[in-house]
């Protein structure tokens, strides 16, 4: 357990100690998910995902992204899953209509390191097109999490992640840099009845400026996601 701790911070101190935010905001992302079986077997499964975005800051409108997510996955064994599906989003739904066309693709493997504690690793292709321009984006991301599955306190069980964005070609509404973003989130799942639970995190997120932008973003994120 230790030696995935120290990778999260090794990971986590590379990227942070190169980069200084420029400027800051506050966002408050907000979501419904679904997870449920496709066969009895439970080797199939599906998820229904919607989000909304919103962001503190004087000059843009509240609202800021709305997205919809679908995708089946393949239960390989315990340990390894393959994920495929789609997002539609739309970006500032106050002012105009920006949609943005999403393809994904992903493994996501599991190691438990104890009775109640996972580690986990995500890679996911995204193919990304937003229809104002003619160029489709390609990106793979990179999530290292573990979890703790006992409750700690009020059934609330502890997670940490950190997600890095690796840009792998140049559209022109991407940031010109390979490594573009970084997610690091601490939060904790609340799990209620059933399936249902209710995950709330915060998310410190680091975004490379784009070409028509001079400064770098950091966001103070907090994510709630209600799963039922």
């Known amino acids: 357990m230790r030696k995935y701790l120290q990778l ?33 077997d439970g080797k199939w499964k ?41 997002r539609f989003t739309e970006r500032d739904p106050m002012n105009g209509f920006n949609p943005e066309d999403r393809l994904f693709q992903q493994i996501v493997t599991k190691s438990e390191l104890s009775n109640s504690n996972v580690f986990s690793y995500r890679i ?51 940031p010109n840099f390979f490594i573009i973003e970084n997610r690091l989130s601490a939060g904790f799942n609340w799990k209620l009845k059933d399936k249902q639970r209710v995950q709330i995190g915060y998310i410190n997120q680091y975004v490379m400026r784009r070409r028509n932008q001079s400064q770098n973003v950091m966001s103070h994120v907090i994510r709630v996601v209600y799963s039922l």
Do not use: C
């Open 8 to 40: 999260l911070l090794l990971l986590t101190l590379t990227l942070s100690s190169s980069l200084f935010a420029l400027t800051q905001d506050e966002k408050l992302w907000l979501g419904m998910s679904r997870v449920r079986d496709l066969t009895s």
């Open 46 to 86: 599906y998820i229904i995902l919607s989000e909304s975005r919103f962001i503190n800051e004087s000059d843009t409108d509240v609202w800021q992204t709305i997205h919809f997510e679908g995708g089946i996955g393949n239960i390989l064994n315990d340990t390894v899953s393959f994920w495929f599906g789609y």
């Open 124 to 174: 996911r292709l995204e193919e990304i097109k937003r229809r104002e321009f003619g160029e489709v984006g390609l990106r793979l991301r990179h999530r290292f999490s573990l979890s703790h599955n006992e409750a700690v306190l009020f059934h609330l069980e502890p997670f940490v992640y950190d997600e890095i964005f690796t840009q792998l070609n140049r559209p022109p509404f991407t």
